[in-house]
């Protein structure tokens, strides 16, 4: 499903219960300097994550100050973020200019301890080749580091190196749980573009060697993947980031299940099969 961009006014895009990810939440909350959000998800772990600007968070008795440093856009340095604990009220206070800050969730009944991810705290994977149209590095906020501390949620930002390429190739899924070979994970994506007047397009293919979906995506685009193979693509010319939020249904490693006609193309892409343990 594609959801063009639109003004959500602090509003959730991906409400708790969704009915096509009900594993995921999502909101887009943007303030301006001293203004302050507050917000809570009952039955949802989330992480507060800034797009751009500087906020601090204020969750169960802890606060946070100084997260986030990008001022221009989301190349313009590094991710930071903040677990939530599930349901737990949360204020969101802008200490820069302006921010924008994503709220990732997925859902989860246990209630944990908050946590802040610094810069120097982040899961970074660089993987594919230019050669392959598949470079690209991953920024893992809520990554494998933190199997320990966090429920179901799982939270990276994807970028293409260069302009053009592929990036979720070779395609995959992650719909079903059947253990050893695939988990269930509801995926919602977050699209931005430089220069942000480019795009790109997001397949979606149900079934193996069948006819699938292909979305226009746009700066600002969001995409929710409940099933079937993914991968996308970016204009030539332009370079692509996505936020990412994963929500597993039993458990909060994720096992990707490779399409089988495109499944030799893992031995051609450099450094895919650590991308593949490192989502984990």
Not at 165 to 170: D, Y
Not at 195 to 203: I, K, R, T
Request: charged share 25%.
């Amino acid at each position: 499903m594609h959801i063009p961009p639109y003004d959500n006014h602090n509003e959730p895009i991906v409400d708790a219960g969704h009915d096509l990810v009900p594993l995921n939440y999502f909101n887009i909350v943007k303030l301006k300097a001293g203004e302050h959000f507050d917000y809570a998800v009952p039955g949802y772990e989330t992480c507060v994550v800034p797009a751009t600007g500087t906020v601090t968070v204020e969750v169960a008795g802890e606060t946070y100050r100084d997260i986030g440093n990008r001022t221009v856009d989301v190349w313009d340095g590094e991710p930071e973020g903040v677990y939530v604990p599930t349901g737990a009220g949360t204020r969101i206070t802008c200490q820069s200019d302006a921010a924008e800050v994503f709220i990732a969730g997925a859902k989860y009944d246990e209630v944990l301890k908050p946590f802040a991810v610094r810069e120097a705290e982040l899961d970074l994977v660089q993987y594919g080749s230019d050669e392959t149209k598949t470079h690209r590095k991953i920024k893992h906020i809520l990554g494998a580091g933190y199997h320990d501390r966090v429920g179901r949620l799982l939270v990276s930002e994807l970028y293409t190196v260069g302009q053009g390429g592929w990036s979720g190739f070779p395609s995959h899924k992650h719909d079903t749980d059947r253990l050893p070979d695939e988990t269930r994970h509801d995926e919602t994506y977050n699209f931005r573009f430089r220069p942000n007047y480019g795009s790109g397009m997001q397949m979606l293919q149900r079934e193996d060697n069948e006819p699938g979906d292909a979305y226009h995506i746009v700066d600002g685009s969001t995409i929710l993947i409940d099933k079937g193979y993914h991968p996308c693509a970016v204009l030539p010319g332009y370079e692509m980031y996505y936020f990412t939020i994963l929500g597993g249904l039993s458990q909060r490693s994720l096992k990707q299940y490779f399409q089988p006609t495109h499944a030799a193309q893992l031995h051609t892409i450099p450094g895919i099969m650590d991308m593949v343990a490192k989502f984990k």
